[in-house]
């Protein structure tokens, strides 16, 4: 079970107006976290499932994993790993203005 233990990991998000306001938080606690691009894909698709609940249609998110935000910019579909992650936030992003 300490195996089980040490993979687990915890993501926060942070959805502010344009003025820096918080508007609302979120955590979450992830098991079996054995790869860090998959735990920053589920925190980049839980972002933009969480901004998309007060309507928000222009957002900037910030990440850690150049890798990953590329794989969501690129158009084709992603195979990877964690490939069914990023293709649904290429797919919830959707609904979004980016600031870049």
């Not at 079970?1 to 609302?24: C, F, K, N, P, S």
């Not at 938080?25 to 589920?42: C, F, G, R, T, W």
């Amino acid at each position: 079970m300490e195996h089980l233990r040490r993979a687990q990991t915890g993501i926060g998000i942070v959805v502010r107006d344009d003025e820096g306001y918080v508007l609302g938080a979120h955590s979450s606690h992830i098991v079996l976290a054995l790869d860090p691009k998959m735990v920053e894909a589920q925190a980049h698709f839980k972002a933009l499932e969480f901004a998309a609940d007060p309507g928000q249609s222009r957002i900037e998110v910030e990440g850690h994993c150049l890798s990953l935000i590329n794989k969501i910019k690129n158009t084709e579909a992603d195979l990877s790993l964690f490939g069914t992650i990023v293709e649904d936030a290429k797919h919830t992003s959707h609904r979004f203005e980016y600031d870049d």
